[in-house]
């Protein structure tokens, strides 16, 4: 596991409301599939990922967001659908993201 401090992880009251409203969506934690991560410790992320799906498997959407380097997407895992989206706030942009394809692919 990382020995770096998490400079981003989901307010827990997101947490909360999507269990309270029993909401269709799982949330992950961002630092343990950043950039960052997958390049330093690829194993830890994809045991964090593996675990994530796994807790979520009864839910429609597992989100998380996702440091590209310097600008922050969202990415929407749907697994009954077989589907990723990677939702960009920037029109237009290339971003890099063989690494997290990957690791979500594995």
Do not use: Q
């Not at 429609?60 to 990677?86: E, P, Q, R, T």
């Amino acid at each position: 596991m990382p020995t770096k401090l998490l400079c981003f992880s989901i307010p827990r009251s997101l947490i909360v409301e999507a269990r309270d409203k029993r909401l269709p969506v799982g949330l992950l934690d961002p630092d343990p599939l950043s950039i960052e991560t997958l390049t330093t410790d690829r194993d830890y992320s994809v045991r964090y990922l593996e675990k994530g799906l796994r807790k979520h498997a009864n839910k429609d959407y597992v989100m998380f967001a996702h440091n590209c380097g310097g600008h922050w997407i969202a990415v929407v895992i749907i697994s009954k659908w077989g589907k990723v989206l990677y939702l960009d706030s920037i029109r237009g942009s290339k971003k890099d993201l063989s690494g997290l394809k990957s690791l979500i692919d594995e």
